[in-house]
C-alpha cells in the first residue's frame, strides 16, 4: 500500500502562484508515475499533469501547459505541482496520485492509476 498526502492548496488571487506537494509513504517507489488531477463542483476529474519514475519525462493537460511544473524529489518520495498564473477556472480539489508503472501510453486516463490522495482545495478569486 501507498498513501499520500497532498498539502499546499488555498485561496489566491488570479495571476498568484501556489505550490502543492504530495509525499507519498508506504511501499512507494522511485519507478512510480506520479501525477495529479483535479475536480471542480460538478465536473469530472480531470488530469492535469504526470511525471515519470526517473523524472525526466513530464506530460501536462492543454490546459495549464506553460504555466504548471510538475517535478520529484525521489529522495523525499514527494512529487510538487508548482502553479504560476492561476485562473479562476484552475479552482478545483487537486488530488496527488501513483501509478504503478513507468510508462503509459495516455498518462490522461485515470483508471490506470492505483493510488489517490485525499484532495487539496485550490480556489482562484478573479
Known amino acids: 500500500q501507498v498513501q499520500l498526502v497532498e498539502s499546499g492548496g488555498g485561496l489566491v488571487q488570479a495571476g498568484g502562484s501556489l505550490r502543492l506537494s504530495c509525499a507519498a509513504t508506504?511501499?512507494?517507489?522511485?519507478?512510480?508515475?506520479m501525477g495529479w488531477f483535479r475536480q471542480a463542483p460538478g465536473k469530472e476529474r480531470q488530469f492535469v499533469g504526470a511525471i515519470r519514475g526517473s523524472g525526466a519525462s513530464t506530460y501536462y493537460a492543454d490546459s495549464v501547459k506553460g504555466r504548471f511544473t510538475i517535478s520529484r524529489d525521489n529522495a523525499k518520495n514527494t512529487v510538487y505541482l508548482q502553479m504560476n498564473s492561476l485562473k479562476p477556472e484552475d479552482t478545483a480539489v487537486y488530488y496527488c496520485t501513483v501509478g504503478r508503472f513507468d510508462y503509459s501510453t495516455n498518462y490522461a486516463h485515470d483508471s490506470i492509476y492505483d493510488y489517490w490522495g485525499q484532495g487539496t482545495q485550490v480556489t482562484v478569486s478573479s
Open positions: 508506504g511501499r512507494a517507489s522511485s519507478s512510480y508515475t
